[in-house]
């Protein structure tokens, strides 16, 4: 039976092995030469194989990026999570700091792949569900959960409302999964916006450096992003504040 069970799954591993041969190429394709050479033809020509053969494995270019933008995204997730873990669960906001930094050191030791990822239409559509969304969202929830992450200046415009009613169940699904409870009521809209202000923040400033917009500077723009982290965490350092937000 085992022998059996074994000769049965070997079509199942080879598969598998395959397409991690697969991904493997097309990522160092990436990094040697840049999102333009992920091209069914110049993967099967590095493998030894057809471009017909590869299309058993990944029915289209795209279907092959989103698995290598999958990988790349797991990577990251373990490096900010052996980061984050290294802190206390007590300190959410050191936790948050030494994510965002771990973001930023990432990001310039794996351009490519930080170009593929966050400077590209997002072809898989894998969202926050992704492995590096877990990570922000166990980032987000120790915030949110420390209750320190309430109200903030400027107030969320009502014209927002919408969408940070939809962001919110959002938040909520993509907490429950990264297995991280915060209380619905701590999802407030402000907290919401001043969530999105910090990571447009975070981002700017790590995409400006990575496709090097701010060579001009003469000087390491390290500094910088250390004042720019200094202002992200005085915007998260706040007390609580009582009432209802008007979503249910």
């Known amino acids: 039976m085992t022998a ?7 079509p199942g591993r080879e598969r598998s092995d ?3 041969l697969i991904r493997a190429r097309a990522r ?7 999102e333009k050479a992920l091209t069914l033809r110049a993967i099967a020509a590095e493998l030894g194989l057809t471009a ?15 698995a290598v933008c999958a990988d790349v995204c797991a990577d990251l997730a373990h490096n900010l999570r052996t980061l984050i873990d290294r802190v206390p669960a007590s300190d959410p906001k050191a936790r948050a700091a030494a994510a965002f930094r771990g973001f930023r050191t990432w990001a310039l030791r ?3 792949e930080f170009a593929l990822v966050f400077g590209t ?6 969202g926050l569900r992704d492995q590096f969304g877990l990570v922000l969202m166990e980032v987000t929830g120790g915030m949110l959960a420390s209750g320190r992450l309430a109200a903030a200046a400027p107030v969320a415009p009502a014209a927002a409302g919408p969408v940070l009613e939809s962001l919110r169940d959002l938040l909520l699904s993509g907490l429950a999964e990264a297995g991280v409870p915060v209380e619905r009521h701590l999802i407030r809209p402000d907290a919401i916006y001043l969530l999105l202000r910090c990571w447009i923040l975070l981002y700017g400033a790590v995409a400006l450096e990575v496709f090097e917009k701010l060579a001009f ?3 390491d723009p390290e500094p910088l992003f250390d004042a720019l982290l200094a202002e992200i965490a005085d915007l998260l350092d706040h007390d609580p504040v ?3 937000d008007g979503l249910g």
């Open 242 to 244: 009582a009432g209802t």
């Open 217 to 219: 500077l003469a000087t």
């Open 18 to 20: 395959t397409e991690r």
């Open 52 to 66: 017909p053969a590869l299309y058993r494995y990944f029915p289209s270019r795209a279907a092959l990026v989103s």
């Open 28 to 34: 160092g394709l990436l990094v040697e030469h840049g």
């Open 110 to 112: 794996h351009r490519a």
């Open 4 to 10: 059996n069970t074994s000769s049965s799954d070997r």
């Open 121 to 126: 239409p997002d072809e898989g559509g894998a």
